[in-house]
């Protein structure tokens, strides 16, 4: 049980002085945007909430990317879409986001 990394290990000092090793559970950190490294908002990192729209927003590209950055990928996909852009005109970084919108 306490050879995986699940639990973080905490080294403390008994009482009599004795170094022991207390397991405690790992928080889970704060979701970011793949894109701008920005904190999300509108996800709960809390475990005890059931049901996946308590813990998540309904729009695409929820919990991956921020409110700016999936917009900008919308806007991007529905310029090539239309042609007025090029694949080769979106950074490297997106493109990925906006080929998944474009087959969406």
Excluded: W
């Excluded at 996800?43 to 700016?68: E, H, M, Q």
């Excluded at 490297?92 to 919108?101: C, H, K, S």
Aim: charged residues 25%; aromatic residues 2%; contains cysteine.
């Amino acid at each position: 049980m306490h050879r995986s990394r699940s639990q973080r290990r905490l080294h403390r000092v008994s009482p009599k002085g004795k170094h022991v090793i207390h397991y405690e559970r790992k928080r889970n950190s704060e979701p970011h945007c793949a894109l701008c490294k920005s904190e999300l908002n509108g996800i709960n990192t809390n475990k005890n909430v059931k049901g996946k729209t308590l813990k998540t927003n309904s729009r695409i590209f929820a919990g991956v990317l921020c409110a700016s950055c999936a917009g900008s990928v919308i806007t991007a996909a529905s310029r090539i879409e239309h042609g007025e852009m090029k694949i080769n005109d979106i950074s490297i970084r997106q493109r990925a986001y906006v080929l998944q919108m474009i087959s969406h």
